[in-house]
């Protein structure tokens, strides 16, 4: 059970944090293309470990 909340937690990071930081360096640098080239891998990442995250968290609570 412990693994699962980590690993939610790290997704839900990949999905929020990441492109939050590449915001911030685009409204620094005026440049936004760091916030469009961050998009797609952090959607891949973060929407991945989600979805295995939330299906071993439904078969933890079939089995308890």
């Known amino acids: ?3 699962t909340k980590v ?3 790290v997704s839900l990071c990949a999905l929020i944090v990441i492109p939050g930081l590449f915001l ?3 409204l620094i640098t ?3 293309k ?3 080239f961050s998009i797609p ?3 891949i ?3 991945t470990g989600l979805n295995l995250t939330i299906r071993q968290i439904k078969i933890e609570r ?3």
């Open 41 to 43: 891998p952090a959607l």
């Open 62 to 64: 079939k089995s308890v």
């Open 1 to 3: 059970m412990q693994n």
């Open 7 to 9: 690993a939610l937690i």
């Open 24 to 26: 911030i360096v685009s």
């Open 45 to 47: 990442a973060g929407l």
């Open 30 to 32: 005026g440049q936004w």
């Open 34 to 36: 760091f916030l469009l």
